[in-house]
């Protein structure tokens, strides 16, 4: 079966279930702060998932274009992707965990024949984590009654079978995953579902949210209980066409065999599979808005994704400009998908060729060479001051060599220079994009011999565990709001980015649209297309005008129709976006309406006071106003 056929099945089989079909949402969340991309369906039906009426309904059902980066050092291997396709159904309080597992179970077996005697599942058993919630007996009895036999049911804990809450407190439960025995043993015979053994391939998930968890650490029952469920297509396609990996699927193979034809050197797989998925990921992000811009949170993976292709593209002996070659062979195969990547075939081509020649340009340049060797001489004449230093920075706190020898197990007695020239290469990669390669080949040319790669390599995995935990840290610390930041003070912001865009096209003219937002409790950030920097005055007045509609304190209402009623009635939005057949259409009185999915204030006076902070550009015809609220 084909990935396109399971979308298609799979939309088919949910919509005879009562499920309302969705569109995909962008991969930038709409005024969500607590996620740098979509990475699951049901990141954009937050405020439905705690309790805001959704347009199409209570059943939902989808294919989401999805993205996370957590497991992005995993990629090269079978099965991880940074970009991925969700095939997910919601109920929004509606049905409850016996229909979903049912229908779960009838789709896998008799929609997709695969063989039930091969399809294992794990369930929540209980955790010291999870005070007061015991294992989940009613989802272990459904299982049991579908014939999963005991022995085809694992309970596992907290890590392997619970969803959330995102932050510190937030809606949580148990979930329910399903696995195939693929037949294959790579592993050992003894491997069991939730083990990486390649044995067993996750290809369903049921999460089930009946509580929330409250800021003391309490589970309580939720209100309106929810199910969101998720397939992969990647994965799930690999196994309906028993296929050991996702990379020989038709989702990649043109631009595999791109690859492969473009390399001089050993073709080592694990490198060709990192340009696929990371081109393919650059690809969509870049459809969806996403500018390649160091500076900018979503803009530096992106350009991480790039330079870590060309990085490994070097190693197979790919040289000069490749990247718009492969960019195209995924244009080309989701152009029916999702037609908006044919229609920006050029801005994607030009944005990775771009960056793909400022990359080159500046790893091999003068001043780069420069840093490197001056960065290699320090590491030489100091190896304790620079491994201690270099690890300090990354932590945010004092590291000392012990603490670092014994928690990461690096054997060596006392810092060597090679050791400490690992540090100084991971320095390198994680703030320039410099690869291990340059850095090692560089030290061992001035050390003349004396380069122990064993050593630096060491302490090059122990500073990369570093990158990776204070990045998981400043994560949590950025997120911990809980599932989205539906706080008052965003709230108050939403209905400002309303008001201002209304008023930057009174001021500019109706050829301005909103190309994005991004709104937290500290500020409001909101890009529109204009192709000139505002004047002072002109700045000046349109924050006057957002003020006077605030002192007006207009009504707030909010109105569900057809995409064709909302634009006769004359409401504006992101009209590239895919609308569902019912949308929210919200109005500030006679003065703006919009399409959006909310929340917003019941009046304008609500929202306090607004201040302009600064006015930039973004890009080519693109500028960002940052803005704050004043009670």
């Known amino acids: ?91 929004l309080g509606d049905y409850w965990k016996k229909e979903a597992i049912e229908w779960s179970f009838e789709f896998l077996t008799q929609e997709l024949k695969l063989d039930p005697k091969r399809i294992y599942v794990t369930v929540f058993g209980s955790d010291p984590e999870i005070p007061g919630v015991g294992e989940d007996e009613e989802t272990i009895q459904i299982w049991k009654d579908l014939g999963i036999a005991e022995n085809r049911i694992f309970r596992l804990g907290k890590k392997d079978n619970w969803w959330g809450p995102v932050g510190q407190a937030g809606p949580c439960g148990p979930d329910t995953e399903m696995f195939y025995d693929t037949g294959r043993v790579e ?47 990647e994965r799930t396609t690999a196994v309906l066409q028993g296929k050991d990996n996702v990379y020989d699927t ?102 990775i060729s771009q960056e793909e020649k400022k990359y080159l340009s500046r790893v091999h340049s003068p001043v780069t060479k420069k840093l490197e060797q001056e960065e290699i001489s320090k590491a030489q004449a100091d190896p304790r001051g620079t491994i201690e230093s270099k690890a300090s920075n990354v932590s945010g706190s004092p590291v000392r060599w012990e603490d670092l020898k014994q928690q990461h197990e690096i054997t060596m007695s006392s810092p060597t220079p090679s050791a400490a020239i690992g540090t100084v290469s991971a320095d390198l990669k994680f703030t ?63 209905t400002a980015t309303h008001l201002l865009h209304q008023a ?60 064709e009623e909302g634009k006769k009635a004359g409401a504006i939005g992101l009209f590239e976006e895919k609308y569902g057949e019912r949308v929210s259409v919200y109005s500030i009185d006679n003065y703006s309406k919009e399409f959006c999915g909310g929340p917003h204030v019941e009046h304008t006076a609500q929202v306090g006071k607004f201040k302009i902070i600064k006015e930039e550009a973004l890009g080519a015809g693109q500028r960002r106003i940052r803005a704050t609220l004043n009670n």
Not at 273 to 283: G, K, P, S, V
Not at 321 to 334: K, R, V
Not at 467 to 472: D, E, F, G, L, V
Not at 538 to 546: C, D, F, N, S, T
Request: glycine share 6%; proline share 4%.
């Open 1 to 91: 079966m084909t990935a396109k056929e399971l979308r298609k099945k799979y939309l088919e089989f949910f919509e005879k279930k009562g499920h309302a079909i969705i569109p995909s949402a962008s991969l930038i969340p709409e005024h969500d702060p607590t996620v740098l991309f979509t990475t699951a369906g049901m990141h954009p039906l937050v405020p439905h998932l705690l309790g805001e009426p959704h347009p199409a309904g209570r059943r939902l059902a989808n294919v989401q274009k999805s993205m996370r980066t957590d497991d992005i050092d995993d990629v090269g291997d079978p099965w991880h992707n940074t970009f991925f396709e969700m095939l997910g159904n919601w109920s």
């Open 187 to 233: 592993h050992g015979e003894k491997c069991h579902p939730g083990e990486t053994c390649g044995k067993y391939a996750e290809i369903w998930n049921d999460v089930f949210m009946e509580f929330n968890k409250t800021a003391d650490g309490t589970y309580v029952p939720l209100k309106q209980k929810n199910v969101d469920t998720g397939m992969g297509i």
């Open 250 to 351: 038709e989702l990649f193979q043109e631009a595999m065999k791109r690859i492969k034809n473009k390399a001089t050197e050993e073709f080592n797989l694990k490198d060709a599979r990192i340009i696929a998925d990371h081109l393919r990921a650059a690809t969509f992000l870049i459809a969806d808005g996403v500018e390649p811009i160091s500076a900018n949170d979503r803009g530096s993976v992106l350009v991480r994704l790039i330079t870590r292709s060309i990085t490994s593209a070097r190693k197979i002996g790919i040289e000069g400009s490749f990247a718009s070659w492969i960019t195209d062979s995924y244009i080309n195969f989701y152009k029916d998908e999702y037609p908006e990547l044919l229609k920006k075939k050029d801005l994607i081509n030009n944005k």
């Open 432 to 494: 320039r994009g410099i690869p291990q390669e340059e850095t090692f080949g560089t030290a061992d040319a001035i050390l003349k011999g004396d380069f122990n790669k064993e050593e630096a390599e060491a302490t090059f995995n122990a500073m990369t565990a570093l990158h990776r935990q204070a990045s998981k840290q400043k994560e949590e610390k950025r997120f911990a709001g809980g599932l989205a930041d539906h706080t008052e003070v965003t709230i108050r912001g939403h």
């Open 504 to 563: 930057l096209r009174d001021e500019l003219g109706n050829q301005v649209y909103q190309t994005g937002s991004n709104i937290t409790p500290e500020r409001i950030r909101f890009d529109f297309s204009y192709g000139e920097k505002l004047t002072k005055e002109q700045i000046k007045r349109v924050e006057e005008v957002v003020n006077q509609k605030t002192k007006e304190d207009l009504p707030v209402k909010k109105e569900i129709m057809s995409v």
